[in-house]
Nanobody, 123 residues
């Protein structure tokens, strides 16, 4: 049974940093593209960052230069380093695994999803 469990969310002040983790089980991470999504209250889900199987990365314009996606295949772990956090980064963050897809930000090709971890940026 495939399971994705996010952790690392919490309350942080504007300008602060957080590192989200996603532990994957029941599969071999090497075979999957990875992604992070977020959903703020009252808003639609947004694709935040994506790493294809070949290691190429993509970021939403709103987080470019501040967020970094990474993976540790041997540990079956996915990470999202978030720096210079802003109020508008407040959301539930989800990790997802799936196939390489140019439509990743819409969720296409993503087969497995975690339940999310809440990030609140507030002073």
């Amino acid at each position: 049974q495939v399971q994705l469990v996010e952790s690392g969310g919490g309350l942080v002040q504007p300008g602060g940093s957080l590192r989200l983790s996603c532990a994957a089980s029941g599969l071999t991470l090497d075979y999957y593209a990875i992604a992070w999504f977020r959903q703020a209250p009252g808003k639609e889900r947004e694709g935040v960052s994506y790493m294809a199987k070949d290691g190429s990365t993509y970021y939403a314009d709103s987080v470019k230069g501040r967020f970094t996606i990474s993976r540790h295949n041997a540990k079956n772990m996915v990470y999202l380093q978030m720096n210079s956090l802003k109020d508008e980064d407040t959301a539930v963050y989800y990790c997802a695994l799936g196939d390489d897809s140019i439509w990743w930000s819409e969720g296409y090709g993503m087969h497995y999803w975690g339940k999310g971890t809440l990030v609140t940026v507030s002073s």
